[in-house]
């Protein structure tokens, strides 16, 4: 079975069937082949100054403080700053199927990037999202959740993945995850 990307209708028939589940579900977000997603309240902000490297070989752990924003505040993201966002909507993925998220381009086109590399989502992944949100522009951006941040498009596998996301072989950090979660890097001694 070759892999292909899933248009609009194979999602909402897959989301109605239940083989990828998206909460909460707004069939209006659907694009052609993705679907939109919303910025979530939950945030986690660097502290710079706490560390003088982040050693990949000794991961610092405690680098970032959470920030929950009540209803109807927006988060002000400065130039050049790198913060941890998620989605709002918590995302199941079947076993046969990957997805990726991706910016928006109209945000993008502003300046706003929201994935520095994670945008793979694994097969049998469960929970929301974490975005990597950097700002390119020399000006702050206002983000409020509750708005589309990112699209999310999915592919078929050639056959289900033996051992999906969240499988105890695999030791999958960030299975379950509602709130923006920080790196769990495990880099170990160099060699």
Known sequence: ?????????????L?????????????????????????????????????PAIDLADPPTNLTEHVELADGESF???????????????VEIPDDIVARIEGKSSLGRL????????????????GTLTLEITNLTRVPIILWPGKPIAQLS????DAP???????????????GQVEATESR??????R
Request: charged share 20%; glycine share 12%; proline share 9%.
């Open 111 to 126: 300046g706003l990037i929201v994935h520095a590399t994670a945008g793979f989502v694994d097969p049998g992944f469960k």
């Open 185 to 190: 890097y495990e880099g170990g001694p160099a």
């Open 154 to 157: 999915f592919m078929t596998l």
């Open 15 to 51: 989301v109605d069937e239940g083989r990828i589940s998206i909460e909460p579900w707004d069939p209006s977000m659907v694009q052609p082949a993705s679907v939109d997603l919303n910025l979530g309240p939950s945030f986690r902000v660097f502290h710079n100054f706490r560390v």
């Open 161 to 175: 993945a033996e051992r999906p996301y969240g499988h105890p072989d695999l030791g999958s950090h960030y299975h």
């Open 76 to 90: 002000v993201i400065h130039p050049g700053e790198f913060v941890l966002g998620r989605t709002e909507e918590y």
């Open 1 to 13: 079975m070759p892999t292909s990307v899933l248009s609009d209708g194979t999602i909402r028939r």
